[in-house]
T-cell receptor
Framework: AQSVTQPDIHITVSEGASLELRCNYSYGATPYLFWYVQSPGQGLQLLLKYFSGDTLVQGIKGFEAEFKRSQSSFNLRKPSVHWSDAAEYFCAVGVNNNNDMRFGAGTRLTVKP | KAGVTQTPRYLIKTRGQQVTLSCSPI?????VSWYQQTPGQGLQFLFE???????NKGNFPGRFSGRQFSNSRSEMNVSTLELGDSALYLCASSLVAAANEKLFFGSGTQLSVL
């Protein structure tokens, strides 16, 4: 069955430091992979997505993610974190050619001043 | 362009009651999906509608139902509410229904069942 694992429930980084959020997926074929961000009390906003081609994808707000098929991973990165990046981040995989998207449990990011 | 609008924003109900939540998608979007978000279970897919037809349904009991109107607006209904139905219900819209389609989410309806 398709599944998404985000191993880190909570991560704290200092403002200006680099960030990497981990995501591993289990899926038989080439997956459609997404990273969404959710601020408190809000819905989810798409940061970036991967379908095929270049395995390093650029997203909004300075985020990027790298697809590694050999490791079944799609980790999210940002070189320098801003206080406004504090939020919950969800990795997701699209399945079944519809909007039945499987989400990871999320990683809550805290940014220290 | 207005985003996805969900009403009401907050709702308090008691066990055994029923509730209807509303979602207005982005203009031009024909697909509407519903998700339940809880601290314990995370984000779980409820169902998806496209052109007034339910295309897919998640693993939820029959108490959870939905529909989509000709203007793409959607409603979901939960009957005989249980305490465990307390959650943030998120609606998402997209142009079409496809696994690679970007979803636009509303801010959700926070349902509390007492």
């Amino acid at each position: 069955a398709q599944s998404v694992t985000q191993p880190d429930i909570h991560i704290t980084v200092s403002e200006g430091a680099s960030l990497e959020l981990r995501c591993n997926y289990s899926y038989g074929a080439t997956p459609y992979l997404f990273w969404y961000v959710q601020s408190p009390g809000q819905g989810l906003q798409l940061l970036l997505k991967y379908f095929s081609g270049d395995t390093l994808v650029q997203g909004i707000k300075g985020f990027e993610a790298e697809f590694k098929r050999s490791q079944s991973s799609f980790n999210l990165r940002k070189p320098s974190v801003h206080w406004s990046d504090a939020a919950e981040y969800f990795c997701a995989v699209g399945v079944n050619n519809n909007n039945d998207m499987r989400f990871g449990a999320g990683t809550r990011l805290t940014v220290k001043p | 362009k207005a985003g996805v609008t969900q009403t009401p924003r907050y709702l308090i109900k008691t066990r055994g009651q029923q509730v209807t939540l509303s979602c207005s998608p982005i203009s031009g979007h024909r697909s509407v999906s519903w998700y339940q978000q809880t601290p314990g279970q995370g984000l779980q897919f409820l169902f998806e509608y496209f052109s007034e037809t339910q295309r897919n349904k998640g693993n939820f009991p029959g108490r959870f139902s939905g529909r989509q109107f000709s203007n793409s607006r959607s409603e979901m209904n939960v009957s005989t509410l249980e305490l465990g139905d307390s959650a943030l219900y998120l609606c998402a819209s997209s142009l079409v229904a496809a696994a690679n389609e970007k979803l636009f989410f509303g801010s959700g309806t926070q349902l509390s069942v007492l």
